[in-house]
């Protein structure tokens, strides 16, 4: 297994905003984070990349073992020798990342001479051969452009090439394609599996839209108020949705043939971290399927038989108990 | 990097805001209280000292710091903290009522400029732009020197030498802020360029515009000064800051004391304002924090 | 929803053109580009039309046109067959009672300095006029807002219920026609769907009519009731049934590169390769052309007109994807 995350917890002073997340991703594999805004996402990826810390966030329990080491606990220096080397990150939005004042090229550049060591024109020519891999044309014209000469797709590209310079083994993409037009986010999305295939990475893409999920991912964990909901290979989770609100994602997308008025949306928003309980099941008041049972114990997270985890009192594929039948009325 | 940061860096937020607010009362506490105190002065100057300002009485002269004369008497016998008490009414009032003449006038126009642009945009700024590259104190001798000596004549001279800094900072504010889409949802709504400029433009500029007067009011009271000191302010005998700094400048051996406790005056009010404009300004930043949730 | 030839729509555009000068100073000219060329659009009295289009594409400045926030360089805009293109100001108040929007961005669309119960007022205010009593929680209850939300300020608010107050705020007059600039582009998806679902049984309730302005395909298919797709500033396609299958290359790109929450149907997508070219620097024929798939010959030099299909469907194509 190339990433092995088990039980993490994280928290900022008293408030705990990670609690026991659990996937794995393997090369040549993508995972899907989902989730909403406020689930957790991007602050996994932060603890993930030992960015959390510079938040003031400690890591309480749990473990991330990358390539067979534990990186709970490592030192900055020797994070900042992984981050961009073998662990690389793209991020929601390519306008921010990328410094106005130094041309493409010497963006590029600049991650594989720190990390490989390359001579300034070994960089350039490797810079010039990643960005015509993604299909940029002309690539050593664009090498010497800024980036306000490119447009969003573009630059979302150099900040794929520049995650990609050091040849990672992972890469965290943070949203990738949410600020891009739909034609922009086929081509990045359909580019990220691309080079997952070819280049046998892993991939751990961050999205809140379950069709981008379904698209590329192998598997799925779906993430609730800083908790797993659930977790599995990506067919099972679409075929079979078990937990209410794995299901209640993948209906807030509009289908063909869909009748109207039956696209509903899922009623509420995340709680706020100041308001997360911890003996309950966090999504409960906004869950169709909710009972007593659900606002009084936490539902722990369970093996099924597909390799997956579910955390829930009352699963889609059982019958509603009699209580929550009588509240739906 | 920093998209990640900005979505969950609410926290770190919180966090910082509220240390600034620990730091704020001790700061501008101490600032504060001191201009409180400088103002408290001026306003019961005939209440907290015997002496007049103006009455001569040369055998009195030259008298250094005592019990009597707590900051000692000048060269014509008269008690130098009663002058001082006095010059404060000249020197606070002359800069506040001036900077806010100023502040009144640069804000209409620079809304105006900023708002409607075009060519009165154009012809705002470049008059603007001609008084902002004289340093202050020019434009301030230059306007004396046509209207002639005096509190009138000082007045409109920190007016003007004011009046780009706070046109300039207007227009930049509701420049930015014209295209929130909350002003667009205004004219929408039928909302005319009165109601968008009073209701939604100026009131959000209104903060750091005043944290700016507050500051240049500092600035103000050592152009005040400064003209005073070159006996272009207030007359004699009305007593200032600068004259008396002036008038103690060429007894400087003599009677130390004369020139050092106007100055010390005019150094410690302009660091309070200085001080207290700070912590305003961190205190009025609230668009910032409102922004990151 | 069809609309019969004589009736009078509510909403009509007449050939629309916008072009906006950038750049440019005292000596050197400004470049100018064509953000809407020649759009004509009639929405009728129940409509839920849909306007489609990537970034670039005109689409948020043919809301504002419509709107009239700013003044088309050519063309009409007529309110209820009324021709409202010269009026201004003063004039256009009894339009902005009946013509009403919501704005993309639900974080700066609220002044950050007011109340909710501020920001509902704010319709009335700015007319001025005074609510009705009641009304500011009328119009809570109509969005599915808490009433106790009316003393809070946005920032306390989270995006999607802050959406429900800018939706509010456009129903506070009651208005005829409400233009949604990309209500949902900046929600999540669950928060996409509550939306969409409100603005739906809005318009069951209270008869709304809707100009929808989106960048998504799959979305305006399932939500309107008429589609028009630009490209690059020109209407490409008019959809009489959103169901229909598309005629224009662009349409069907469009089409190809939206995903389907279902992995079994991964082999389907087929991404449109290259980009919108810069609007200063449009080709002489066809703008789709250089990423188009069917692109002939003659679409290089000329430029191909909206015309006619089945029923009250148009597309501008020479070389159309067959029915």
Same mark, same amino acid.
């Given at each position: 297994?190339?990433?092995?995350?088990?039980?993490?917890?994280?928290?900022?002073?008293?408030?705990?905003?990670?609690?026991?997340?659990?996937?794995?991703?393997?090369?040549?594999?993508?995972?899907?984070?989902?989730?909403?805004?406020?689930?957790?996402?991007?602050?996994?990826?932060?603890?993930?990349?030992?960015?959390?810390?510079?938040?003031?966030?400690?890591?309480?329990?749990?473990?991330?073992?990358?390539?067979?080491?534990?990186?709970?606990?490592?030192?900055?220096?020797?994070?900042?020798?992984?981050?961009?080397?073998?662990?690389?990150?793209?991020?929601?939005?390519?306008?921010?990342?990328?410094?106005?004042?130094?041309?493409?090229?010497?963006?590029?550049?600049?991650?594989?001479?720190?990390?490989?060591?390359?001579?300034?024109?070994?960089?350039?020519?490797?810079?010039?051969?990643?960005?015509?891999?993604?299909?940029?044309?002309?690539?050593?014209?664009?090498?010497?452009?800024?980036?306000?000469?490119?447009?969003?797709?573009?630059?979302?590209?150099?900040?794929?090439?520049?995650?990609?310079?050091?040849?990672?083994?992972?890469?965290?993409?943070?949203?990738?394609?949410?600020?891009?037009?739909?034609?922009?986010?086929?081509?990045?999305?359909?580019?990220?599996?691309?080079?997952?295939?070819?280049?046998?990475?892993?991939?751990?893409?961050?999205?809140?839209?379950?069709?981008?999920?379904?698209?590329?991912?192998?598997?799925?964990?779906?993430?609730?108020?800083?908790?797993?909901?659930?977790?599995?290979?990506?067919?099972?989770?679409?075929?079979?949705?078990?937990?209410?609100?794995?299901?209640?994602?993948?209906?807030?997308?509009?289908?063909?043939?869909?009748?109207?008025?039956?696209?509903?949306?899922?009623?509420?928003?995340?709680?706020?971290?100041?308001?997360?309980?911890?003996?309950?099941?966090?999504?409960?008041?906004?869950?169709?399927?909710?009972?007593?049972?659900?606002?009084?114990?936490?539902?722990?997270?369970?093996?099924?038989?597909?390799?997956?985890?579910?955390?829930?009192?009352?699963?889609?594929?059982?019958?509603?108990?009699?209580?929550?039948?009588?509240?739906?009325? | 990097?920093?998209?990640?940061?900005?979505?969950?860096?609410?926290?770190?937020?919180?966090?910082?805001?509220?240390?600034?607010?620990?730091?704020?009362?001790?700061?501008?506490?101490?600032?504060?209280?001191?201009?409180?105190?400088?103002?408290?002065?001026?306003?019961?100057?005939?209440?907290?000292?015997?002496?007049?300002?103006?009455?001569?009485?040369?055998?009195?002269?030259?008298?250094?710091?005592?019990?009597?004369?707590?900051?000692?008497?000048?060269?014509?016998?008269?008690?130098?903290?009663?002058?001082?008490?006095?010059?404060?009414?000249?020197?606070?009032?002359?800069?506040?009522?001036?900077?806010?003449?100023?502040?009144?006038?640069?804000?209409?126009?620079?809304?105006?400029?900023?708002?409607?642009?075009?060519?009165?945009?154009?012809?705002?700024?470049?008059?603007?732009?001609?008084?902002?590259?004289?340093?202050?104190?020019?434009?301030?001798?230059?306007?004396?020197?046509?209207?002639?000596?005096?509190?009138?004549?000082?007045?409109?001279?920190?007016?003007?030498?004011?009046?780009?800094?706070?046109?300039?900072?207007?227009?930049?504010?509701?420049?930015?802020?014209?295209?929130?889409?909350?002003?667009?949802?205004?004219?929408?709504?039928?909302?005319?360029?009165?109601?968008?400029?009073?209701?939604?433009?100026?009131?959000?500029?209104?903060?750091?515009?005043?944290?700016?007067?507050?500051?240049?009011?500092?600035?103000?009271?050592?152009?005040?000064?400064?003209?005073?000191?070159?006996?272009?302010?207030?007359?004699?005998?009305?007593?200032?800051?600068?004259?008396?700094?002036?008038?103690?400048?060429?007894?400087?051996?003599?009677?130390?004391?004369?020139?050092?406790?106007?100055?010390?005056?005019?150094?410690?009010?302009?660091?309070?304002?200085?001080?207290?404009?700070?912590?305003?300004?961190?205190?009025?930043?609230?668009?910032?924090?409102?922004?990151?949730? | 929803?069809?609309?019969?030839?004589?009736?009078?729509?509510?909403?009509?555009?007449?050939?629309?053109?916008?072009?906006?000068? @950038?750049?440019?100073?005292?000596?050197?000219?400004?470049?100018?580009?064509?953000?809407?060329?020649?759009?004509?659009?009639?929405?009728?009295?129940?409509?839920?039309?849909?306007?489609?289009?990537?970034?670039?594409?005109?689409?948020?400045?043919?809301?504002?046109?419509?709107?009239?926030?700013?003044?088309?360089?050519?063309?009409?805009?007529?309110?209820?067959?009324?021709?409202? @293109?010269?009026?201004?100001?003063?004039?256009?108040?009894?339009?902005?009672?009946?013509?009403?929007?919501?704005?993309?961005?639900?974080?700066?669309?609220?002044?950050?300095?007011?109340?909710?119960?501020?920001?509902?007022?704010?319709?009335?205010?700015?007319?001025?006029?005074?609510?009705?009593?009641?009304?500011?929680?009328?119009?809570?209850?109509?969005?599915?807002?808490?009433?106790?939300?009316?003393?809070?300020?946005?920032?306390?608010?989270?995006?999607?219920?802050?959406?429900?107050?800018?939706?509010?705020?456009?129903?506070?007059?009651?208005?005829?026609?409400?233009?949604?600039?990309?209500?949902?582009?900046?929600?999540?998806?669950?928060?996409?769907?509550?939306?969409?679902?409100?603005?739906?049984?809005?318009?069951?309730?209270?008869?709304?009519?809707?100009?929808?302005?989106?960048?998504?395909?799959?979305?305006?298919?399932?939500?309107?009731?008429?589609?028009?797709?630009?490209?690059?500033?020109?209407?490409?396609?008019?959809?009489?049934?959103?169901?229909?299958?598309?005629?224009?290359?662009?349409?069907?790109?469009?089409?190809?590169?939206?995903?389907?929450?279902?992995?079994?149907?991964?082999?389907?997508?087929?991404?449109?390769?290259?980009?919108?070219?810069?609007?200063?620097?449009?080709?002489?024929?066809?703008?789709?052309?250089?990423?188009?798939?069917?692109?002939?010959?003659?679409?290089?030099?000329?430029?191909?007109?909206? @015309?006619?299909? @089945?029923?009250?469907?148009?597309?501008?194509?020479?070389?159309?994807?067959?029915?």
């Amino acid at each position: 297994m190339l990433l092995d995350v088990r039980d993490l917890s994280l928290r900022i002073g008293t408030v705990g905003l990670l609690d026991g997340l659990s996937f794995s991703v393997d090369r040549g594999e993508v995972l899907g984070l989902v989730g909403e805004s406020g689930s957790g996402k991007s602050l996994t990826a932060l603890a993930l990349t030992g960015l959390a810390a510079r938040m003031g966030a400690t890591i309480t329990a749990g473990s991330v073992v990358f390539d067979g080491t534990d990186l709970v606990g490592l030192k900055e220096s020797a994070y900042r020798r992984l981050r961009g080397k073998r662990i690389g990150f793209i991020t929601q939005n390519p306008m921010s990342a990328l410094d106005a004042l130094v041309t493409i090229g010497d963006q590029v550049d600049q991650v594989s001479r720190l990390h490989l060591g390359l001579s300034k024109r070994a960089a350039r020519a490797h810079t010039v051969e990643i960005l015509s891999r993604l299909r940029i044309p002309e690539a050593e014209v664009v090498a010497r452009a800024y980036p306000h000469n490119l447009s969003g797709g573009m630059k979302q590209r150099v900040v794929i090439a520049m995650a990609l310079a050091a040849d990672p083994d992972l890469i965290i993409a943070d949203e990738p394609t949410t600020a891009l037009d739909v034609t922009v986010q086929a081509q990045i999305v359909m580019m990220l599996a691309d080079l997952v295939r070819k280049r046998d990475l892993g991939l751990i893409l961050i999205t809140h839209d379950m069709s981008v999920v379904a698209q590329i991912c192998d598997k799925v964990c779906v993430l609730y108020a800083g908790r797993v909901a659930e977790s599995g290979p990506v067919r099972q989770i679409f075929a079979a949705p078990r937990h209410p609100y794995t299901e209640a994602l993948i209906g807030c997308i509009p289908r063909d043939g869909m009748a109207p008025g039956s696209l509903r949306g899922i009623p509420g928003t995340v709680a706020a971290v100041s308001q997360y309980g911890a003996d309950c099941c966090r999504f409960a008041p906004r869950c169709c399927r909710a009972d007593a049972l659900c606002s009084t114990q936490q539902p722990l997270p369970v093996a099924t038989g597909t390799g997956g985890m579910l955390a829930c009192h009352h699963p889609v594929d059982t019958p509603v108990t009699e209580a929550a039948d009588a509240d739906d009325r | 990097m920093s998209a990640a940061v900005q979505k969950t860096g609410m926290l770190g937020t919180i966090r910082r805001s509220v240390a600034w607010r620990a730091l704020a009362t001790i700061k501008g506490g101490v600032a504060g209280g001191f201009l409180l105190l400088v103002v408290l002065g001026a306003i019961f100057a005939p209440v907290l000292t015997p002496y007049d300002y103006d009455i001569q009485a040369l055998t009195n002269a030259f008298q250094p710091p005592s019990l009597a004369h707590p900051m000692g008497t000048d060269e014509f016998g008269r008690d130098v903290l009663t002058r001082i008490l006095y010059g404060a009414r000249t020197s606070l009032s002359v800069s506040v009522v001036a900077i806010s003449i100023s502040l009144v006038f640069g804000m209409t126009l620079g809304a105006a400029a900023g708002y409607f642009g075009g060519r009165f945009d154009r012809m705002v700024m470049v008059v603007v732009d001609l008084t902002w590259s004289f340093p202050e104190i020019l434009v301030a001798l230059m306007l004396v020197a046509i209207i002639g000596p005096g509190v009138t004549g000082t007045l409109v001279a920190i007016c003007v030498a004011y009046l780009a800094q706070f046109t300039r900072l207007t227009r930049s504010q509701v420049m930015a802020l014209k295209s929130e889409t909350y002003v667009e949802a205004a004219r929408g709504l039928g909302a005319s360029h009165a109601f968008i400029l009073f209701r939604h433009l100026l009131p959000n500029c209104l903060g750091p515009v005043l944290v700016a007067g507050m500051l240049a009011t500092g600035d103000a009271i050592i152009l005040e000064a400064t003209l005073g000191f070159f006996g272009l302010g207030a007359q004699p005998p009305t007593p200032s800051w600068g004259g008396m700094m002036s008038s103690g400048s060429g007894l400087l051996f003599k009677g130390p004391w004369i020139i050092l406790f106007p100055g010390l005056c005019i150094a410690l009010t302009v660091v309070a304002i200085n001080l207290f404009g700070d912590v305003l300004l961190a205190k009025l930043d609230i668009r910032d924090r409102l922004r990151v949730v | 929803m069809q609309m019969t030839a004589d009736a009078v729509p509510v909403l009509e555009l007449d050939g629309l053109v916008r072009t906006f000068t @950038t750049g440019g100073g005292l000596l050197r000219k400004g470049r100018s580009m064509t953000a809407v060329s020649d759009v004509s659009l009639r929405v009728a009295a129940g409509d839920i039309v849909g306007v489609v289009g990537e970034s670039g594409c005109g689409k948020s400045t043919l809301a504002r046109l419509a709107m009239r926030l700013i003044d088309p360089s050519a063309g009409r805009v007529l309110f209820e067959g009324r021709d409202v @293109t010269q009026d201004h100001g003063a004039r256009l108040r009894p339009l902005r009672k009946k013509l009403q929007m919501v704005f993309q961005d639900p974080y700066s669309s609220l002044d950050p300095r007011f109340t909710l119960r501020e920001c509902l007022l704010e319709p009335f205010a700015a007319l001025g006029e005074t609510a009705p009593p009641g009304r500011v929680e009328a119009l809570l209850d109509q969005v599915g807002l808490d009433r106790s939300f009316a003393g809070a300020y946005p920032h306390q608010l989270s995006g999607g219920q802050r959406q429900r107050v800018g939706i509010a705020r456009a129903l506070a007059y009651r208005p005829e026609v409400v233009v949604l600039d990309e209500p949902t582009a900046s929600l999540d998806v669950s928060i996409q769907a509550q939306i969409i679902a409100l603005l739906q049984e809005l318009h069951r309730t209270s008869g709304l009519t809707y100009l929808f302005i989106s960048h998504d395909l799959g979305l305006v298919r399932y939500f309107c009731t008429r589609i028009v797709v630009m490209y690059l500033g020109s209407v490409v396609e008019e959809m009489a049934d959103p169901d229909a299958a598309p005629r224009h290359p662009y349409t069907a790109a469009l089409m190809g590169s939206s995903f389907v929450p279902d992995p079994t149907e991964r082999a389907q997508i087929v991404p449109l390769e290259g980009e919108i070219p810069s609007p200063f620097a449009l080709p002489p024929g066809c703008p789709f052309a250089p990423r188009c798939p069917r692109v002939q010959d003659r679409c290089r030099t000329s430029r191909p007109a909206l @015309t006619q299909t @089945t029923g009250a469907s148009k597309v501008a194509c020479f070389n159309p994807v067959e029915a």
